[in-house]
């Protein structure tokens, strides 16, 4: 639906709802929205507008009259409320866009995200800090240093002018921080940041959190990088470890049950969510392979450290419900097994590979 | 192609104007990754003369090279002033690959916390500072520790067994005993992957283990560990810093704890199995050639056999001991020997022997001066005249108990005899009492009357 700039009264400019720029066209749904070209409709529609266009309209008209000053606020009440949920909305759909790597899709709903939070908190709130890394992490997603820099300088400030923020958000900024620097090069500056990252991670979710991992793994690359391979190796294997344990405790959860039983447990999509949300799924995913990529490339195969990672692969798989995988990896333990017999298997993989092959069976 | 805007406004759209001004900070170069190529911002801040005015009046002033000298503060070094010492330490460690040390460093001061809550306001353990307000611990903890996890990922085990060790040690002379024992059971762990000693490390660690259950009361594990040391030690001539040979240690310790287990079944009354597990205290005893030890575990047997009736092998490791105890000049093992040697004897039915011993030691001591055990064989040597019915030399041996233990600052002791002297006293004065009421006639009834009423000695 077009507009015209000419048109409008001269007090009132319309603005893209991404750049800026004056705007030619506006949505047809919610007919709030404006923006200068197609391609800018179109990416904000993919993005995030989707998903909000209806609830914008209220919030973009005019205040209505009211009667008395009760209905007046209950109104305003209302509207905040419905900033906030937006805020809500736009931060998921951003973190959901850049698990999946897809950081073009994430800027908007991160921006819009940021959007929102300012119009509730003001500028100098911790509520923004989120937002503003989501649009960090989608820049350095996109190579884009210099603007992530930009976001992540912000964040920083207003992390540090607000004592109270917990480690959830020092980590996740530092996490981004180093993300940022090792990005650019600077690998002892990002050291430093992953260092952080790691230690307010454990901060707030102990030591042997999955949540953790994430800033070894990182670090590890670096050494990598730095040719320090007994460091990064070692870091390897702790990142290993605490997948392994935790993943060894809920599938020893999901198999009890069926023991039971007897039956065949339906592993519904909840348990996994339990266990560990999709922006967790993903990293998991990247950072076990990785490292089985890590292990398979090295000059010298050591048997039990490659077994430890198939292991925790097949762990994953299952406990994700991917079963065809989890059996793909636990095949090769097995012939991993027959090369090095002196090795011991897990203890838990025979009775796991029996319950997969029951599964695979009932769903054929 | 659109214009582009200024960045304010290219981020907010024309209704939210009040928010427009305050965001000067904010990335404008948004729209760049968004779409379509946009073109340059047209003014930029190199052709804005103000900012190069500026820039060269600052060249020219000469307080700027001074102001160069200032060292100023990078991030990171306010960031440490900002920090704890604990988080300062962690970053440390992380920064340089030390993660397991991390890993150690943070789990730690968490089971500390973790303790203190457990114990309470009043527990020994919240009357303490915090570990992490503990500078000088968390120094050490951090040094030694990543100083072993280098040397562990070098493959030097030795290095890390020291590293651990020393932490121990530190941890065990500042009085944090769980600490202690936790870097214990770490040499222990490192201990089993060092191979090239023979495992003279791994036997020490056996050892400092088995002294940490000992410390804990799990006398049966501390016994487990202390066997292995013993049996790692055997027919080596490993030398401890002191110049013991480790053998000789491992036979102490393993004597040790089994005195304390046959001490312990003593109480419970198991007197077949203290005395089995004695014998073993004594052949290490033997083995590891300490003569004291020797002694004391000979004397223990004694009073065992004794307790269940064996006066023969009683006697036989009583003469043991007194053999011993000769040989180290110890008198009041001496004393000891011959006391239960008399009992031994008495209860045999030997009395002159037994009396014999009893005097040869009342010689012993009068000449070294050892007044409490001649208090006790005195007392002794009286109460077995005592038995025999010959009251005269049954009081005069109480008396010179009374009298010796007047001297010493025993009250318990002075009480015991002076009960002892009464009943000599009084048993001394039955012969003549029997004497008079024998022969009844009116003479010796007044005679004992008249001693009734005023009470004196005659």
Partial sequence: ????????????????????????????????????????????????????????????????????????????????????HLVDITYQEAQKFLCEGNHRTALPAALHSLRFSIEIYGFKSVELVPAYLAL??????????????????????????????GS?????????????????????????????????????????????????????????????????????????????????????????????TCQLHTVTEETVKEAFDVAQKNEGCQILNAILNFREQAIKQDPIKMMKVLDTLTLFHFVCTDFKKAREFGKRILRLNKQFPDQELPEILPSLLEWIELKLLASK | MPQLLTPEAALFGETHQQTMSALSALPFALAKTIAVPIQQPTITTKSDPKIERIHLIKDKDPK??????????????????????????????????????????????????????????????????????????LDQLQQFLTLAEAAQRAGRHEDAY?????????????????????????CFDTAKFIK?????????????????????????TALEHYEVFYNLTLGRIWTDGKGHTQHSVACENLWRIYTLLADKMLENKEHQGAIKILIKAFEMAKEGGDNRLKGESAYRLGLAYLSIGKTDAAITF???????SKILGDNVGIGKANEALSKALESQGKILDSIQYLEKFIEIAKNNNVNQSLVESCICLGDIFNTRGRYEEAYKHFKKAYETACNLPNLPLLEETQVYYGIGQAHKMMMEYCNHTEVVDFINTKFLLEWKENRTDK
């Fill in chain 1, 168 to 260: 959830n958000i020092h980590h996740k900024l530092h996490r981004n921080l180093g993300r940022l620097y090792a990005a650019e090069g600077n690998l002892q500056e990002s050291l430093y940041h992953f260092a952080n990252d790691v230690y307010y991670a454990s901060e707030a979710f102990g030591t042997d959190d999955i949540r953790v991992t994430g800033g070894y793994f990182q670090m590890a690359n670096v050494f990598f990088c730095l040719n320090k391979r007994d460091i990064a190796d070692s870091l390897y294997i702790e990142v290993t470890n605490i997948w392994n344990d935790h993943l060894c405790k809920l599938a020893k959860m999901q198999l009890q049950p069926a023991k039971d």
């Fill in chain 2, 318 to 324: 009583l003469k043991t001991y007194m053999a011993i």
């Fill in chain 1, 1 to 84: 639906m077009e507009v015209y700039p000419l048109a409008q009264p001269k007090w009132l400019k319309l603005r893209c709802e991404l750049c800026g720029n004056t705007a030619y066209l506006k949505c047809p749904d919610c007919k709030v929205t404006y923006y200068c070209d197609i391609d800018h409709m179109q990416s904000d529609l993919i993005s995030i507008h989707g998903k909000i266009c209806p609830l914008l309209s209220s919030l973009r008209t005019p205040f209505p009259f009211f009667l008395t000053d009760t209905q007046r606020q209950q109104y305003a009440e209302q509207m905040m409320q419905r900033k906030k």
């Fill in chain 2, 196 to 220: 090239l000693d023979g495992g003279k490390r791994e036997a020490e660690a056996y050892a400092n283990l088995g002294l940490v259950k000992e410390r804990h009361g799990q006398l049966a």
């Fill in chain 1, 136 to 165: 960090a992490e989608a820049n350095i997603g996109l190579g884009d240093l210099a603007q992530a820099q930009e976001y992540l300088a912000q964040a920083q400030w207003t992390v540090l002018k607000s004592s109270d923020c």
């Fill in chain 2, 64 to 137: 700027h090279d001074v102001s160069m000298d200032i060292k100023e503060f990078s991030k990171r070094e306010a960031a440490v002033y900002r920090n704890s010492h604990k988080q300062n330490i962690c970053i440390e460690m992380l920064q340089e690959g030390f993660h397991k040390s991390f890993r150690e460093f943070f789990t730690l001061i968490d089971k500390w916390n973790a303790l203190r809550e457990a114990g309470g306001p009043g527990s020994d353990i919240w009357l303490l500072k915090p570990l992490d307000e503990q500078y000088d611990k």
């Fill in chain 2, 162 to 186: 020291k590293n651990y060790l020393a932490l121990a040690n530190y941890f065990k002379n500042s009085g944090n005993d769980w600490l202690a024992d936790h870097f214990f059971q770490r």
